[in-house]
T-cell receptor, first 111, second 112 residues
Framework: TQLLEQSPQFLSIQEGENLTVYCNSSSVFSSLQWYRQEPGEGPVLLVTVVTGGEVKKLKRLTFQFGDARKDSSLHITAAQPGDTGLYLC???????????FGQGTELSVKP | KAGVTQTPRYLIKTRGQQVTLSCSPISGHRSVSWYQQTPGQGLQFLFEYFSETQRNKGNFPGRFSGRQFSNSRSEMNVSTLELGDSALYLCATASAANTEAFFGQGTRLTVV
């Protein structure tokens, strides 16, 4: 069974604080994706990490792929209310089109 | 470029009925995947179609089925609806060249 454990499930912070979301598995992925979903909408792709040890930055968001390609993290610096939403990690296997999602992290950033 | 279009957006059905949901992919995308999202289970993979063939299948009962047409549009069908089938059903499409998925807004199905 391919499982992705995402933590924390819920996070409520003040504007300006930093936070990290973790995504862990015992399986190796060909790549890993991070999505953000707002209420009433489908998930929107933020980034794909492919190489073990890879780090990608998207403005205040930093994504890291573990060396063994089994885990990943999302770090947000100086969070803003506009960052509020559900953050999802998804593992991609060499099977084309099938994503295994973590449970998601519900982030609330209060002004 | 139009995004992924799912219809209908909302649906209320009675237990025992059947339902058909539709997904129109981004132009040029031949892969269409379906996911079920619930508060308790999160996003779970149902199946994926590519060039009218089911390429991957998740762990859902046979009541859940799908198909893809020659224009890449896809439908999923759920027969003999149960209360537990109430969920947001999401469709995601991707080009043949990569696996970056683009999601539709989903169909919110409520079974009463």
């Amino acid at each position: 069974t391919q499982l992705l454990e995402q933590s924390p499930q819920f996070l409520s912070i003040q504007e300006g604080e930093n936070l990290t979301v973790y995504c862990n598995s015992s399986s190796v992925f060909s790549s890993l994706q991070w999505y953000r979903q707002e209420p009433g909408e489908g998930p929107v792709l933020l980034v794909t990490v492919v190489t073990g040890g890879e780090v990608k930055k998207l403005k205040r968001l930093t994504f890291q792929f573990g060396d063994a390609r089994k885990d990943s993290s999302l770090h947000i610096t100086a969070a803003q209310p506009g960052d509020t939403g559900l953050y999802l990690c998804a593992g991609v296997y060499n099977q084309g089109g099938k994503l295994i999602f973590g449970q998601g992290t519900e982030l609330s950033v209060k002004p | 470029k139009a995004g992924v279009t799912q219809t209908p957006r909302y649906l209320i059905k009675t237990r025992g009925q059947q339902v058909t949901l539709s997904c129109s992919p981004i132009s040029g995308h031949r892969s269409v995947s379906w996911y079920q999202q619930t508060p308790g289970q999160g996003l779970q993979f149902l199946f994926e179609y590519f060039s009218e063939t089911q390429r991957n299948k998740g762990n859902f009962p046979g009541r859940f089925s799908g198909r893809q047409f020659s224009n890449s549009r896809s439908e999923m069908n759920v027969s003999t609806l149960e209360l537990g089938d109430s969920a947001l059903y999401l469709c995601a499409t991707a080009s043949a060249a990569n696996t970056e998925a683009f999601f539709g807004q989903g169909t919110r199905l409520t079974v009463v």
